[in-house]
T-cell receptor, first 114, second 111 residues
Framework: GAGVSQSPRYKVTKRGQDVALRCDPI?????LYWYRQALGQGPEFLTY????????KSGLPNDRFSAERPEGSISTLTIQRTEQRDSAMYRC????????????FGPGTRLTVT | TQLLEQSPQFLSIQEGENLTVYCNSS?????LQWYRQEPGEGPVLLVT?????EVKKLKRLTFQFGDARKDSSLHITAAQPGDTGLYLC???????????FGPGTRLSVLP
């Protein structure tokens, strides 16, 4: 595709439900990043992948959050037993190579937990 | 976790003025990137600085990486309303394992 896409763009869910957020990176990009961003704040790093390997998941808030990228392309961020405090904009980014290369950001998924 | 701090948090200036925003850390970064983010959009990369002491210019924007690679600055000359946005610094730590963004400087340039 032309850019990074994310789906759904908006998700409203009830507390306690599980949600899966999808990221489709730019074709061929090696690295894929997940962030959470509060309004007016910088992105908060969650985790990232080089190819299918998860490099660092130290930013995941707790064990309800998990991510996978099984074939080194599309990635899914899963939040189990959602809580109201999980409400945020979740952004995905991809970069051509691993390391300090330009990250191209997707439009984000706005998650609201009621 | 290595943290990046940015100052000022907010900046409102008149068109034509010059300004500098800062990005600081107590830790060494292998490189730093500057992004600009507009409301409702994702961040867009402006520049990557890699070498301590490096200065890069992008039209009216001048970026500098500190000699010790712990800080960086962004200077805008003759600011324009189109420069309005959230300016974020970001980078991998010296071990390349942890990527962090600063909290950002929200710039508003008034016509």
């Amino acid at each position: 595709g032309a850019g990074v896409s994310q789906s759904p763009r908006y998700k409203v869910t009830k507390r306690g439900q599980d949600v899966a957020l999808r990221c489709d990176p730019i074709s061929g990009h090696v690295s894929l990043y997940w962030y959470r961003q509060a309004l007016g704040q910088g992105p908060e790093f969650l985790t990232y992948f080089n190819y299918e390997a998860q490099q660092d998941k130290s930013g995941l808030p707790n064990d309800r959050f998990s991510a996978e990228r099984p074939e080194g392309s599309i990635s899914t961020l899963t939040i189990q037993r959602t809580e109201q405090r999980d409400s945020a904009m979740y952004r995905c980014a991809s970069s051509e190579q691993a390391g300090a290369y330009e990250q191209y950001f997707g439009p984000g998924t706005r998650l609201t937990v009621t | 976790t290595q943290l990046l701090e940015q100052s000022p948090q907010f900046l409102s200036i008149q068109e034509g003025e010059n300004l500098t925003v800062y990005c600081n850390s107590s830790s060494v970064f292998s490189s730093l990137q500057w992004y600009r983010q507009e409301p409702g959009e994702g961040p867009v990369l402006l520049v990557t600085v890699v070498t301590g002491g490096e200065v890069k210019k992008l039209k009216r924007l001048t970026f500098q990486f500190g000699d010790a690679r712990k800080d960086s600055s962004l200077h805008i000359t003759a600011a324009q309303p189109g420069d309005t946005g959230l300016y974020l610094c970001a980078g991998f730590d010296n071990y390349g394992q942890n990527f962090v963004f600063g909290p950002g400087t929200r710039l508003s340039v008034l016509p």
